[in-house]
Nanobody, 120 residues
Framework: QVQLVESGGGLVQPGGSLRLSCAAS????????MGWYRQAPGKQRELVAA???????NYADSVKGRFTISRENAKTTVYLQMNSLKPEDTAVYYC??????????????WGQGTQVTVSS
């Protein structure tokens, strides 16, 4: 079982920055692929950024060049640095951890979410 706790959300003006953190329990954090998703009111949850156990990253087109995902395995934490924030970035941001074993067993965990509001 992996527990994920997000922090760092809040209210920020357009053009501002925030850094989200997701602290994970457990001692096998480094084996998990991690991701940040977001869900705006009335919309489906979407992938924002992901980082594999090997530190490969990918981003949604809407955040490329503005957001950076990183992980610190020693602290079992994944981060999302968000710069040049726009009102359309407003959403609840969720941390995700997932792992697929060679025998097909899947593990998938979610945090409780943290609200990010971009408004003047």
């Amino acid at each position: 079982q992996v527990q994920l706790v997000e922090s760092g959300g809040g209210l920020v003006q357009p053009g501002g920055s925030l850094r989200l953190s997701c602290a994970a329990s457990g001692n096998i954090f480094s084996s998990y692929d991690m991701g940040w998703y977001r869900q705006a009111p009335g919309k489906q949850r979407e992938l924002v950024a992901a980082i594999t156990s090997g530190a490969s990253t990918n981003y949604a087109d809407s955040v490329k060049g503005r957001f950076t995902i990183s992980r610190e395995n020693a602290k079992t934490t994944v981060y999302l640095q968000m710069n040049s924030l726009k009102p359309e970035d407003t959403a609840v941001y969720y941390c995700n951890a997932h792992r697929l074993l060679s025998d097909g067993t899947k593990y998938n965990y979610w945090g409780q979410g943290t609200q990010v509001t971009v408004s003047s």
